[in-house]
């Protein structure tokens, strides 16, 4: 058991170890609850640091990243505050597959991120590296120690170490250790094996960045962004404001000195030689030359993995994406890659646009220990110390936008927790954060988890233009919002229920408006400007979508209400499964193992058959007759 040294500081409500995405998320829902917070990172200046792709959202991710917002999460508004880009992804799709994301100004989001974090209250910021746990004879998380033997006292600690724990970086053959280029990794892993948690492997990797001044842009596809802005922030229009030209902001956060417009990406293409010059590098490539142990990530591969699992194709594409406007940095999006150095100067010179690119920093692979999340509750509470909570990285996910969900979650229950207060935990049927903490601590990952649209069966529900409407009432309950931001999502569900009777009673085309709408190929985009004036322009997607989809929406509301009847099932965290009469063994142990707190959740287990599931049942009711 790890010992408890004494402290020059004060004994916190929460301690967050990291100040990633996940971190920064974590301590701020803190805050908001009232709590006092310890943040304690190796480097402060790489708070919020974007170490890979410098964007925020896409497909699922937007999605999370507009109900982070939703909760008084900070990821979306600083992305507004701090995007060069902003796109609306599958726009002329169906509305539960749209998703917003935006390029942001790297040094600008870490930034303006640090000041949103330093200015919190109750938030105090310390720079060190977390050696170990502190850990009570009652199994309870009671804070940590760095390395210089300081310790930090808290009534709950939660670990978001992104890739650092025991990190390893890859360049060809050539490896150092590391979270990231020129950040030192971690060794906190080995304390958590020795408390007894179980510590597994996985791998990401990084992009090539290159010299903008050195891409011939005449030969490559421009992308610009979108206008008006597909913005993330419900907050966004009463604190971000426009001038003439560049995107401006109030002064809320000082944000005069964080002046956007929007800047074009870029399109190009892979060729043959591109592909030939990559298989001859393969025996160089620490994946497939048996150095790398880490799985990888499935639906994000390397240039190598796609020129080796695609071999029939010709090309690939590559997105030039600029890291901000105080930099000449381009971030090469499509080829992550690990080869040597020199392979990669030479495959990168034979993509048009590309052919006297200045390599400015290598792409890498990195592999890092990470704990199987089936070791959580779905508060993201440790199942074997209590008080002690994980988000992020840590539990095999991928990405920004769900690490910075996670860290929320996390640090709203640990403040919940220590105020004595109910736990907060979402259903599938109510957000995709809901969806990814099911999947993770119901069914574990073996690859880094990224979220899809796909993953959640009520996509229709979880829509990214009623995020507010869903998890406010939520959020607010819980503490996360102030009131005034719980009045303005109740006034945009009233418009929007007010918009769905007016369209009902409005004639358009000798017709409802409604029954116009749910005709194929009609869209709001079509109607006349004098009907859309009698809308509020901000309400006509979701009034639109609630009047198109209105038979789906109602049919996936009621799949939802059977759901919730099984989550309103609970299981006694003390049942024993080897004493469920006639239960198969693999359901024992898988039972056991994951030890479910609901039936739904149980039922949700792979593996777990409805069959289980009916003699746990009949085993909850007979045990529930003998104790009464």
Same mark, same amino acid.
């Given at each position: 058991?790890?010992?408890?040294?004494?402290?020059?500081?004060?004994?916190?409500?929460?301690?967050?170890?990291? /100040?990633?995405?996940?971190?920064i998320?974590?301590?701020?829902?803190?805050? #908001?609850?009232?709590?006092?917070?310890?943040?304690?990172t190796?480097?402060?200046?790489?708070?919020?640091?974007?170490?890979?792709n410098?964007?925020?959202?896409?497909?699922?991710?937007?999605?999370?990243?507009?109900e982070?917002?939703?909760m008084?999460?900070?990821m979306?508004?600083?992305?507004?505050?701090t995007?060069?880009?902003?796109?609306?992804l599958?726009?002329?799709?169906?509305?539960?597959?749209?998703?917003?994301?935006?390029?942001?100004?790297?040094?600008?989001?870490?930034t303006?991120?640090?000041?949103?974090?330093?200015?919190?209250?109750?938030?105090? !910021?310390f720079?060190?590296?977390?050696?170990?746990?502190?850990?009570?004879?009652?199994?309870?998380?009671?804070?940590?120690?760095?390395?210089?033997?300081?310790a930090?006292?808290? #009534?709950?600690?939660i670990?978001?170490?992104?890739?650092?724990?025991?990190?390893?970086?890859?360049?060809?053959l050539?490896?150092?250790?590391?979270?990231?280029?020129?950040?030192a990794?971690?060794?906190?892993?080995?304390?958590?094996?020795?408390?007894?948690f179980?510590?597994?492997?996985?791998?990401?990797?990084t992009?090539?960045r290159?010299?903008?001044?050195?891409?011939?842009?005449?030969?490559?596809?421009?992308?610009?962004?979108?206008?008006?802005?597909?913005?993330?922030s419900?907050?966004?229009?009463?604190?971000?404001?426009?001038?003439?030209?560049?995107?401006?902001?109030?002064?809320?956060?000082?944000?005069?000195?964080?002046?956007?417009?929007?800047?074009?990406?870029?399109?190009t293409?892979?060729?043959?030689?591109?592909?030939?010059?990559?298989?001859?590098?393969?025996?160089?490539?620490?994946?497939?030359?048996?150095?790398?142990?880490?799985?990888?990530?499935?639906?994000?591969?390397?240039?190598?993995?796609?020129?080796?699992?695609?071999?029939?194709?010709?090309?690939?594409?590559?997105?030039?994406?600029?890291?901000?406007?105080?930099?000449?940095?381009f971030?090469?999006?499509?080829?992550?890659?690990?080869?040597?150095?020199?392979?990669q100067?030479?495959?990168?010179?034979?993509?048009?646009?590309l052919?006297?690119?200045?390599?400015?920093?290598?792409?890498?692979?990195?592999?890092?220990?990470?704990?199987?999340?089936?070791?959580?509750?779905?508060?993201?509470?440790?199942? !074997?110390?209590?008080?002690?909570y994980?988000?992020?990285?840590?539990?095999g996910?991928?990405?920004?936008e769900?690490?910075?969900?996670?860290?929320?979650?996390?640090? /709203?229950?640990?403040? !919940?927790?220590?105020?004595g207060?109910?736990?907060?935990?979402?259903?599938?049927?109510?957000?995709?954060?809901?969806?990814?903490?099911?999947?993770?601590?119901?069914?574990?990952?073996?690859?880094?988890?990224?979220?899809?649209?796909?993953?959640?069966?009520?996509?229709?529900?979880?829509?990214?233009?009623?995020?507010?409407?869903?998890?406010?009432?939520?959020?607010?309950?819980?503490?996360?919002?102030?009131?005034?931001?719980? #009045?303005?999502?109740?006034?945009?569900?009233?418009?929007?229920?007010?918009?769905?009777?007016?369209?009902?009673?409005?004639?358009?085309?000798?017709?409802?408006?409604?029954?116009?709408?749910?005709?194929?190929?009609?869209?709001?985009?079509?109607?006349?400007?004098?009907?859309?004036?009698?809308?509020?322009?901000?309400?006509?997607?979701?009034?639109?979508?609630?009047?198109?989809y209105?038979?789906?929406?109602?049919?996936?509301?009621?799949?939802a209400?059977?759901?919730?009847?099984?989550?309103?099932?609970?299981?006694?965290s003390?049942?024993?499964?080897?004493?469920?009469?006639?239960?198969?063994?693999?359901?024992?142990?898988?039972?056991?193992?994951?030890?479910?707190?609901?039936?739904?959740?149980?039922?949700?287990?792979?593996?777990?058959?409805?069959?289980?599931?009916?003699?746990?049942?009949?085993?909850?009711?007979?045990?529930s #007759?003998?104790?009464?």
């Amino acid at each position: 058991m790890n010992s408890s040294p004494s402290s020059v500081f004060p004994l916190f409500d929460v301690l967050v170890v990291g /100040a990633g995405h996940a971190g920064i998320e974590a301590a701020l829902a803190a805050s #908001r609850l009232g709590c006092s917070v310890a943040v304690l990172t190796h480097n402060l200046d790489t708070i919020g640091q974007m170490s890979c792709n410098p964007a925020i959202g896409g497909l699922a991710k937007g999605h999370i990243v507009r109900e982070i917002d939703a909760m008084g999460g900070a990821m979306g508004l600083n992305t507004d505050a701090t995007a060069i880009q902003f796109r609306m992804l599958n726009a002329s799709k169906g509305p539960s597959v749209r998703a917003p994301r935006a390029q942001c100004d790297k040094t600008a989001y870490r930034t303006r991120m640090k000041m949103v974090l330093e200015t919190a209250p109750g938030i105090r !910021l310390f720079q060190g590296d977390v050696v170990k746990l502190l850990v009570n004879g009652e199994q309870q998380a009671t804070g940590a120690v760095t390395s210089l033997g300081c310790a930090i006292h808290a #009534r709950s600690v939660i670990i978001c170490s992104g890739t650092f724990m025991k990190g390893l970086l890859h360049v060809g053959l050539q490896h150092i250790t590391g979270g990231r280029m020129g950040c030192a990794s971690s060794s906190l892993s080995a304390d958590l094996a020795m408390l007894g948690f179980q510590v597994e492997r996985l791998k990401t990797g990084t992009s090539p960045r290159v010299n903008g001044r050195s891409i011939d842009f005449s030969v490559c596809e421009i992308q610009p962004g979108d206008t008006p802005e597909a913005l993330f922030s419900y907050r966004s229009r009463d604190i971000l404001k426009r001038d003439s030209e560049p995107f401006c902001t109030l002064n809320t956060w000082g944000d005069e000195n964080f002046r956007m417009k929007q800047m074009p990406c870029w399109i190009t293409y892979t060729n043959q030689t591109t592909h030939d010059i990559i298989r001859k590098n393969l025996k160089f490539s620490p994946l497939y030359s048996g150095i790398i142990e880490g799985v990888g990530p499935r639906y994000c591969p390397s240039i190598e993995d796609k020129i080796v699992r695609f071999a029939e194709k010709n090309s690939h594409q590559v997105f030039l994406e600029p890291e901000g406007r105080s930099t000449e940095e381009f971030y090469l999006n499509g080829v992550s890659t690990s080869l040597p150095y020199s392979a990669q100067c030479d495959f990168i010179h034979t993509i048009p646009g590309l052919e006297n690119a200045q390599l400015i920093r290598p792409g890498y692979a990195v592999e890092y220990d990470f704990c199987p999340p089936t070791q959580l509750h779905p508060t993201l509470e440790t199942k !074997l110390v209590e008080n002690l909570y994980f988000a992020g990285q840590i539990n095999g996910t991928s990405g920004y936008e769900e690490a910075a969900a996670q860290g929320l979650m996390a640090g /709203a229950n640990a403040a !919940l927790k220590t105020l004595g207060k109910p736990s907060l935990v979402l259903r599938r049927d109510q957000a995709y954060i809901g969806v990814m903490i099911d999947d993770l601590v119901t069914k574990g990952t073996d690859e880094p988890y990224r979220m899809f649209t796909s993953r959640a069966e009520f996509r229709l529900l979880l829509r990214q233009d009623n995020a507010d409407l869903r998890l406010a009432p939520l959020a607010f309950e819980a503490g996360l919002i102030t009131c005034e931001m719980a #009045r303005k999502a109740e006034d945009r569900k009233n418009a929007v229920e007010e918009g769905i009777i007016k369209a009902a009673a409005l004639k358009h085309e000798g017709i409802s408006l409604s029954t116009w709408l749910k005709r194929p190929g009609n869209d709001w985009t079509l109607l006349p400007e004098e009907l859309k004036k009698m809308f509020h322009v901000e309400h006509l997607d979701a009034i639109a979508t609630d009047i198109q989809y209105e038979g789906h929406i109602e049919r996936q509301k009621k799949q939802a209400e059977k759901i919730i009847r099984m989550e309103n099932k609970t299981i006694p965290s003390d049942i024993d499964y080897e004493h469920v009469h006639a239960l198969k063994k693999e359901a024992v142990i898988k039972l056991g193992n994951i030890r479910p707190a609901t039936i739904g959740q149980a039922s949700r287990i792979p593996g777990i058959t409805p069959a289980d599931i009916a003699l746990l049942l009949m085993h909850l009711q007979k045990r529930s #007759r003998q104790q009464t």
